[in-house]
Each structure stands twice: as structure tokens, then as C-alpha cells.
């Protein structure tokens, strides 16, 4: 079993940065995490994505650009710095992991229990 533990979350102002956090504990850090989040009243959706050797990156076109994933496996940590936050980045994010490479949701193993990110106007 893996836990993940999300971090870094908070109310910016848009126009702004935050840098997340997702540290791994238990078993072996998964091959394959990502980033997903969820606004009010809205499905969750993929953001970005990241394989174990960072060769592989993947990103919601809304984000590309803005925001960068990125993981260091000594500190079982993956990260997502989100610069140029607008209102509608607006929601509550997550890390999962997951074997092999994949976008969606229902395929992953791990959640974390979210972060709130809030950019106000």
C-alpha cells in the first residue's frame, strides 16, 4: 500500500504561483504519477503527468505552459509549480500513482486526500 500526502495548497491571487507537493510513504513509489484536480460541481480531471524516470510528461492543454510537474524519487516527492494561476485553476488537487502510464482517473491505484488551491480575481 501506498499513502500519499498532498501539500502546498492555499488562496493566490491571479496571476500568481504555488508550488505542490506529494510525498510518497509505504510501498515502492509508484512508475507513473499525476496531478488531478476538481473544481465545485465538476467531474475531476487530469492536469499533468509524470513517468518514474522524468523523460515522460504529459499536460492538460489548459495548463501547458503555466504549469510543470516534476518528482525527485530519493524523497519519494512529486511537485507541481503552477505559475499564472487564473480563477478557473480553481479547485482541489490531488497526486495518484499509478504502474504504467495513463491519463485516466478510475485506472489509478493511489490518492492522496487533496489540497485546495483558491486564485481569487
Known amino acids: 500500500q501506498v499513502q500519499l500526502v498532498e501539500s502546498g495548497g492555499g488562496l493566490v491571487q491571479a496571476g500568481g504561483s504555488l508550488r505542490l507537493s506529494c510525498v510518497a510513504s509505504g510501498r515502492t513509489f509508484s512508475n507513473f504519477m499525476a496531478w488531478f484536480r476538481q473544481a465545485p460541481g465538476k467531474e475531476r480531471g487530469f492536469v499533468a503527468a509524470i513517468n518514474r524516470d522524468s523523460t515522460v510528461t504529459y499536460y492538460k492543454d489548459s495548463v501547458k505552459g503555466r504549469f510543470t510537474i516534476s518528482r525527485d524519487n530519493a524523497k519519494n516527492t512529486v511537485y507541481l509549480q503552477m505559475n499564472s494561476l487564473k480563477p478557473e485553476d480553481t479547485a482541489v488537487y490531488s497526486c495518484?500513482?499509478?504502474?504504467?502510464?495513463?491519463?485516466?482517473?478510475?485506472?489509478?491505484?493511489?490518492w492522496g486526500q487533496g489540497t485546495q488551491v483558491t486564485v481569487s480575481t
Open positions: 495518484a500513482g499509478v504502474k504504467r502510464a495513463t491519463t485516466a482517473d478510475y485506472e489509478y491505484d493511489y
